[in-house]
């Protein structure tokens, strides 16, 4: 089956450690999101990738990191420095960003908590 | 930069009740707009979408959306509900000049009852 995987489904951090959000894909798509969704706030731009090897920030990048090494993949790491990382994190992918290409297929979501 | 409102935070309808949720976007150029859903236990699901051409369209499930430029809006509506249409229900916006990612709105809760 085509799709997003992400992993884990639950994930808990100790106060400062980094952790690392899986995300891959297997639908050939250029671009690629994380998006972070609290109740009440909708789901708010993290980071966004249009291609390989490049990544942009998107509206709460400061605490998160991405690597983009390869077409399928685009994990994400909640570091220390992110106060309030308690949320549902949320991958997509789309074939490509902006402009009429903009439907996402998204995964199920990792619920990260804070021990 | 866009943004996007939704007035309704959380709606609860009887079964057969008629629905509109509201969507309200900022941005002065060319718009796409989104409706998504979220059924409870489920992955994001686009609903319906508008690019352009005759501004009432229609999506799955029964659901369609207006667009009204000089209103800056984008309004879901269902003319019946059902229970099963209990969810969560983004509108989302981007532009087609330039590569930006979706704005999504903050959502707003269905719930509907027998």
């Known amino acids: 089956d085509g799709g997003i995987t992400q992993s884990p489904k639950y994930l808990f951090r100790k106060e400062g450690q980094n952790v690392t959000l899986s995300c891959e894909q297997n639908l050939n798509h250029d671009a690629m999101y994380w998006y972070r969704q609290d109740p009440g706030q909708g789901l708010r731009l993290i980071y966004y990738?249009?291609?390989?090897?490049?990544?942009q920030k998107g509206d709460i990048a400061e605490g998160y990191s991405v690597s983009r090494e390869k077409k399928e993949s685009f994990p994400l790491t909640v570091t220390s420095a992110q106060k309030n990382p308690t949320a549902f994190y949320l991958c997509?992918?789309?074939?490509?960003?902006?402009?009429?290409?903009?439907?996402?297929?998204f995964g199920s979501g990792t619920q990260l908590s804070v021990l | 930069a866009q943004s996007v409102s939704q007035h309704n935070h959380h709606v609860i309808l009887s079964e057969a009740a008629s629905l509109e949720l509201g969507c309200n976007y900022s941005y002065g150029g060319t718009v796409n707009l989104f409706w998504y859903v979220q059924y409870p236990g489920q992955h994001l699901q686009l609903l319906l979408k508008?690019?352009?051409?005759?501004?009432l369209v229609k999506g799955i499930k029964g659901f369609e959306a207006e667009f009204i430029k000089s209103k800056f809006s984008f309004n879901l509506r269902k003319p019946s509900v059902q229970w099963s249409d209990t969810a969560e229900y983004f509108c989302?916006?981007?532009?087609?000049?330039?590569?930006?990612?979706?704005?999504f709105g903050k959502g707003t809760r269905l719930s509907v009852i027998a």
């Open positions: 508008y690019f352009s051409g005759d501004p």
């Open positions: 990738s249009q291609i390989v090897n490049d990544f």
């Open positions: 997509a992918s789309s074939h490509g960003a902006g402009g009429t290409n903009e439907k996402l297929f």
């Open positions: 989302a916006v981007n532009t087609i000049s330039g590569n930006t990612p979706l704005v």
